[in-house]
């Protein structure tokens, strides 16, 4: 059953009436617990989310009967308005939802997204993680190398097409998504960059080498955001020492001894005096710098790994990856399998796809009756300009009230982390005029030019009421 989201405490319950129509969604498409405590305040908007959702699932009292059966015309529609960009601006209240032809059209016009290399039998996202998935399918490219290199060949096309189009401003961000990380790249004037960005997510020092070999310059923001932390915060610690006792910090000149020096020379000095510096070994270059190796090695596939590319070094990184042989499994069910390229707008090679949607009636027990509630499921890879314009869509529809629960693939949650040195003066004018046509609504561009703000994590629980958004990640 779906529990309630204004219950203080879910509860589960067996037993139905007779007639009931229950929502059992089988295998990974399990029923959610939702939790009724929404720690923000109400919004207007809910922050940009850059990880890509695997499954959204909607609910609300209102049903989601519009969503259902959509007429040929209608389908068509959709498809000639998502690639002509067309902005549809819907009033705040659709008062008949299944009569709207405009609200079914952009409905259809929000599923569409764009992929590279497109094999029907394969479920090509997401690849982390995905050799159980694919083992056992044909893979005919698996042993024939001359097959391999010309998909890797047309691969480097589309790919090429899509950094062209961003760096043109004509596509406003894409996914890479490989076998063992993704790179997220966004055009200059999103996530509160004026530059074009590219952030990679998990890395390894193997790859953060080849990266520095190539002279690619990057940061890891959260490293350097955790160093930065622990100065200041040793800073203060030690400002708080010495105005507690003013025998500390005094300088030579006082009288008192200097603090000895962290440089490993001084730091063996003591040796010395007691006469037994020769009996007792010293680290050497070499043990430091495993040790080193060691704490950098600690960080690989976690999201502290996050590697950040900007301006002119994502085109080298684009090469890099490009002849980067590692980019491909040379083993198992994803052997000499490209990666694949999700892109909201269309580009050279890229098929077009859609998000699968079915909406479904139940019941949901609140306190000791049970309530009538809809649910509108969404499957495939959710990007982040799609979540906004479902959400707009559906406050219209659902006259500003539903709730959502939103499946995040887990290893992009770390894109929504803030980009070290980002502009927080990018205004609204600048952006429109440098993104016109980069095929995003205006308010969904609104939305994706801001700073990220939820850092490691991602959007788990969304809720309208009152046409204000609350969430909770």
Not at 287 to 309: G, N, T, W, Y
């Amino acid at each position: 059953f779906l529990e309630p989201v204004r219950e203080d405490k879910p509860r589960r319950s067996t037993e139905h009436s007779e007639g009931t129509n229950i929502l059992m969604l089988a295998d990974d498409h399990h029923l959610p617990v939702l939790t009724p405590d929404v720690p923000t305040s109400p919004r207007h908007e809910f922050p940009a989310d850059w990880s890509i959702k695997t499954r959204l699932l909607f609910m609300s009292s209102q049903p989601f009967t519009w969503a259902e059966h959509l007429k040929a015309q209608e389908e068509a529609q959709g498809f000639a308005q998502h690639c002509r960009a067309a902005e549809t601006n819907l009033p705040q209240t659709v008062q008949e939802p299944k009569l709207s032809t405009e609200l079914r059209c952009a409905f259809q016009q929000s599923l569409v997204y764009w992929l590279h290399p497109s094999v029907p039998w394969l479920q090509l996202f997401p690849r982390i993680g995905a050799d159980r998935k694919i083992a056992g399918k044909a893979c005919p490219w698996s042993q024939d190398e001359a097959l391999q290199q010309a998909l890797m060949s047309d691969w480097s096309v589309s790919f090429t097409s899509l950094y062209n189009l961003l760096k043109a401003k004509l596509c406003p961000y894409f996914y890479v998504c490989t076998y063992q990380f993704t790179v997220l790249f966004r055009a200059a004037g999103l996530a509160g960059s004026d530059v074009i960005t590219a952030v990679i997510s998990p890395t390894t020092r193997g790859l953060r080498e080849a990266m520095r070999n190539e002279g690619i310059e990057f940061s890891l923001p959260l490293v350097e955001g955790n160093r930065t932390r622990k100065q200041r915060n040793s800073e203060v610690d030690l400002e708080t020492v010495i105005a507690k006792s003013p025998e500390v910090g005094k300088s030579p000149e006082d009288g008192e001894e200097p603090a000895p020096s962290d440089d490993d020379d001084e730091s063996f000095s003591w040796l010395e005096e007691m006469g037994v510096q020769d009996k007792v070994k010293k680290p050497d270059a070499i043990s430091i710098k495993l040790r080193k190796e060691k704490h950098e090695v600690q960080m690989d596939h976690k999201p502290e790994s996050l590697a950040l590319v900007k301006g002119t070094n994502t085109f080298t990184l684009l090469n890099f990856l490009i002849n980067c042989k590692s980019l491909v499994a040379a083993a198992g069910p994803q052997a000499g399998l490209p990666p694949t390229l999700l892109s909201p707008i269309a580009f050279r090679g890229g098929t077009m796809q859609t998000l699968k949607a079915r909406s479904i009636s139940a019941k949901a027990r609140v306190h000791l009756a049970y309530e009538d509630i809809c649910s509108l499921e969404i499957i495939g890879p959710v990007m982040p300009h799609s979540l906004h314009s479902l959400t707009m869509l559906l406050k219209s529809a659902q006259r500003g009230a539903f709730s959502a629960v939103l499946y995040t693939h887990e290893p992009t949650a770390v894109f929504n982390t803030n980009l070290d040195n980002a502009s927080t003066a990018l205004n609204k004018e600048t952006i429109h005029k440098d993104l016109p046509k980069c095929g995003l609504h205006s308010k969904t561009l609104d939305q994706l030019s801001q700073l990220p703000t939820l850092g490691k994590s991602s959007i788990r629980f969304l809720e309208m009421k009152d046409y204000a958004y609350t969430w909770k990640s």
